[in-house]
């Protein structure tokens, strides 16, 4: 299935995706997100004489992006290819799926959503963009699967993610505290970047000729992968940069790590342990 779009188009689904087929996006903005729950609007009159008496639980809309309650959607499709394209993967929503980014800009746990601030009603349907994040980890987006990113694509893991990463030309950038990468991972003059607090675990091997960044606070743990039909599980990397106060590069048994560590702040070490 393609869809063209013009630059500046915005395509948001909130109904889940079940397809064995590839999904193209061209050009313009695609939103994967779960669905917030429908409630019974109130008359205006009546809210507002509420809330003179201090009460401002009522709503006046169906939906609003600030209510806790949303429904998760669920998202699956042999493969998502995006051009000049952008993805929000947000709250409630799990995808699975291998992503393939070309000069697109991919954002897994995104706080930008759309919703019918008329939905369940009679009224003509009024999308409206705006943000909200899910408040437990029950709503957080997921992501299953590969992503392969090529000609100055971005992609940005802030939520959950197990799968594997293949880059050229590129950058990563993780903040998520619930990164996997249980596939074999390839970074080609691409850059792969932990943010302040963020953790990433590796259980496949890791290989890239630049630089691997790790942020004040955050973890790389690099660890044997589940499948021991080699002796060593290798990690690589031209340099590990550890750029944060109180920054962590683990490897555990089992694996091999090569690469320049470099540091000039406090950081830590930990290597077979």
């Not at 869809?3 to 087929?21: K, L, V």
């Amino acid at each position: 299935t393609a869809n063209p779009a013009t630059p500046r188009s915005r395509f948001a689904i909130d109904e889940g995706i079940d397809r064995s087929g590839t999904f193209i996006q061209t050009n313009g903005l695609r939103y994967l997100q779960g669905h917030p729950v429908v409630r019974a609007a109130n008359a205006a009159a009546v809210v507002d004489m509420l809330k003179s008496l201090g009460d401002d639980s009522l709503p006046t809309r169906p939906v609003s992006f600030t209510q806790p309650d949303w429904e998760t959607r669920h998202f699956r499709m042999a493969a998502l290819e995006l051009r000049d394209a952008q993805l929000h993967l947000g709250r409630n929503a799990a995808l699975a799926t291998d992503i393939h980014a070309d000069h697109s800009f991919v954002t897994l746990g995104s706080a930008s959503v759309f919703i019918d601030l008329n939905d369940g009603t009679d009224i003509n349907t009024a999308p409206s963009a705006g943000e909200s994040r899910a408040g437990t980890d029950v709503d957080t987006s997921k992501f299953e699967g590969g992503v392969t990113l090529a000609n100055d694509s971005t992609l940005s893991i802030t939520e959950r993610f197990n799968g594997g990463i293949d880059s050229t030309d590129s950058e990563t950038h993780v903040s998520s505290a619930h990164a996997l990468l249980d596939r074999p991972s390839v970074f080609t003059h691409s850059l792969l970047n932990l943010r302040d607090d963020a953790r990433l675990t590796g259980r496949a091997g890791l290989a890239s000729d630049g630089e691997v960044r790790v942020g004040a606070n955050a973890i790389l743990s690099m660890l044997a992968a589940a499948d021991r039909t080699l002796p060593v599980t290798t990690y690589s990397a031209a340099s590990w940069i550890l750029n944060g106060q109180d920054a962590v590069l683990e490897a555990g048994p089992g694996t091999r790590l090569t690469g320049n560590i470099l540091s000039d702040q406090a950081a830590q070490v930990r290597l077979g342990g």
